[in-house]
C-alpha cells in the first residue's frame, strides 16, 4: 500500500476560482514533505518544502499547509490560471532507509476557461 | 530548462529492439536517479547511482540496464521490452543520494513499446 495518498484524483476548475489538494500519508518518521509540479510532457518541478516544525509555506498563488500529528498537508491555488492546469504531486521523505522519497500518485488539475 | 537535460524526448520502439535513454546534468550533482512514471500511478525508483556507483536497484528486470560512466551522464539500455514497459521514464539528480536535498528532474523520455 502506498505511504501517500492524493486527493482527489483529478480535479476540473473554472479560471479564477480557487481548489484544494489533499495528501494523506504514513510515512513515519519523515524529514518534509514537498509538492511538486508536473506539466504536461515536462519532469516534476517543486513548488514547496516544509520539514515537520512547518505549519504553512507559501509561494506565489500557492499556499502548502502541513499537520504533523494528523499527517496531512494541503496545497491550495488562489485564483486559479490556465498555467495551473498541470498534475500536482505529495512527495514525502521518510528518515528510514536512506531518505527515501515517497510519491503519490498525483491530482491532475484541469482549468477551464 | 531544469538543468537535467534527457533525450530522445519521445521513442517509439519493437519488443525485438535495443535503444538507449541519456540524461545529462551540470548541476555539480553526485547522485543520478531513474525513475519510471505510468499513469495514475507514483513514480517507481528504478536506479540510483552515486559517484558513477549504483548503490540501488529496485528489482528492476534485467531488459533494463543501467549505466553510468561519470557523474554528470546517466543512460538506460533497453533491450527485447514489453508493451506494459510502455511510460514516462524520469531522470533526476540530486547534491548526494542521503541527505535533505531536492531533486532536479529532466523532462523525461516517453517510450512506447509496440
Known amino acids: 500500500k502506498n505511504q501517500v495518498e492524493q486527493s482527489p484524483q483529478s480535479l476540473i476548475i473554472l479560471e479564477g476560482k480557487n481548489c484544494t489538494l489533499q495528501?494523506?500519508?504514513?510515512?513515519?518518521?519523515?524529514?518534509?514533505l514537498r509538492w511538486y509540479k508536473q506539466d504536461t510532457g515536462r519532469g516534476p518541478v517543486s513548488l514547496t518544502i516544509?520539514?515537520?516544525?512547518?505549519n504553512t509555506k507559501s509561494n506565489g498563488r500557492y499556499t502548502a499547509t502541513l499537520d504533523a500529528d494528523t499527517k496531512q498537508s494541503s496545497l491550495h491555488i488562489t485564483a486559479s490560471q490556465l498555467s495551473d492546469s498541470a498534475s500536482y504531486i505529495c512527495?514525502?521523505?521518510?528518515?528510514?532507509?536512506?531518505?527515501?522519497?515517497?510519491f503519490g500518485a498525483g491530482t491532475i488539475l484541469r482549468v477551464k476557461s | 530548462e531544469t538543468g537535467v537535460t534527457q533525450t530522445p524526448r519521445h521513442l517509439v520502439m519493437g519488443m525485438t529492439n535495443k535503444k538507449s535513454l541519456k540524461c545529462e546534468q551540470h548541476?555539480?550533482?553526485?547522485?543520478m536517479y531513474w525513475y519510471k512514471q505510468s499513469a495514475k500511478k507514483p513514480l517507481e525508483l528504478m536506479f540510483v547511482y552515486s559517484l558513477e556507483e549504483r548503490v540501488e536497484n529496485n528489482s528492476v528486470p534485467s531488459r533494463f540496464s543501467p549505466e553510468c560512466p561519470n557523474s554528470s551522464h546517466l543512460f538506460l539500455h533497453l533491450h527485447t521490452l514489453q508493451p506494459e514497459d510502455s511510460a514516462l521514464y524520469l531522470c533526476?539528480?540530486?547534491?548526494?543520494?542521503?541527505?535533505?536535498?531536492?531533486?532536479?528532474f529532466g523532462s523525461g523520455t516517453r517510450l512506447t513499446v509496440v
Open positions: 516544509m520539514t515537520f516544525s512547518e
Open positions: 533526476a539528480s540530486s547534491q548526494t543520494a542521503i541527505g535533505n536535498y531536492g531533486y532536479t
Open positions: 548541476l555539480g550533482h553526485n547522485a
Open positions: 512527495v514525502v521523505r521518510g528518515m528510514e532507509y536512506g531518505n527515501k522519497l515517497v
Open positions: 495528501c494523506n500519508y504514513t510515512v513515519s518518521p519523515f524529514s518534509n
